[in-house]
């Protein structure tokens, strides 16, 4: 069992926004997809990464003026819906809804929408809570959905190992700002105040944030069954 994580300075930052200004801090990404695609299938993929990622499986809740993470989410409310349209605009509708589309923290921080074209043609999008992931991870959680879903077409029976909570980043950052004071809604800070503190291989001029470290499909390693 995971232990209960305090969230650090910008995960608490994008749950207040996602409480208190209108569900923002929401992250989301579109990926095209050739090929058949069986919406079950793509369910136990989706479960394979769940069991894999305890990011997907956090939750937010507030323990003495803090926000916390428990690792206590359910697979069954996770919301992961399917739907069929031959109007490629449905794509930037399900896409902008989804944007400002509130989470409710305490069930889950992801969901996803499988839009189906036709039999062969499909768009994969997946929103995700800012504090859970950053848009690094959300590219490399894509990848590892349509690796498992050919592992799955192909009939191999691989487990993916579990990884481990990742720790906020606290240590990259320098701020005054408190988990404590956005949870009472004392502060709202409208920036780094030192953005040359991170890593240089992040390029904060693109607001690349790292909320958290997502492991991608390089990092798998293959159990057989």
């Known amino acids: 069992m995971i232990p ?7 995960e608490a930052f994008c749950i207040h926004q996602n409480n208190q200004r209108n569900g923002s801090g929401s992250i989301a990404c579109i990926t095209h997809i050739d090929g058949v695609i069986d919406f079950n299938t793509l369910k136990q993929a989706l479960l394979s990464l769940f ?7 956090s939750t937010v809740h507030i ?3 803090q926000y916390v993470f428990k690792f206590t989410a359910k697979f069954e409310d996770i919301l992961i819906s399917q739907l069929h349209s031959t109007d490629q605009d449905v794509i930037h509708k399900v896409y902008t809804d989804d944007a400002v589309q509130k989470f409710d923290c305490t069930k889950s921080l992801w969901r996803v929408f499988l839009i189906s074209h036709n039999p062969k043609k499909h768009d994969l999008i997946i929103g ?3 504090a859970m992931c950053d848009g690094i991870s959300i590219v490399n959680i894509s990848s590892e959905i349509l690796y498992i879903l050919m592992d799955l077409k192909t009939d191999k029976k691989n487990r993916y190992e579990a990884l481990s909570c990742p720790s906020a980043l606290e240590a990259q950052i320098s701020s005054k700002v408190t ?3 956005l949870v009472n809604d004392e502060i709202v800070p409208r920036e ?3 953005p040359n503190c991170f890593n240089n291989k992040y390029d904060t001029s693109l607001n690349i944030v790292p909320c958290c470290h997502i492991q991608s499909i390089p990092e798998i390693k293959f159990k057989k069954i």
Not at 4 to 10: A, E, V, Y
Not at 51 to 57: A, F, G, S, T
């Open 179 to 181: 988990n404590k004071q």
């Open 128 to 130: 995700y809570s800012h």
């Open 51 to 57: 069991e894999r990622h305890p990011m997907l499986r």
């Open 63 to 65: 323990e003495n003026e």
């Open 192 to 194: 780094v105040t030192n």
């Open 4 to 10: 209960n994580r305090k969230l650090g300075f910008l």
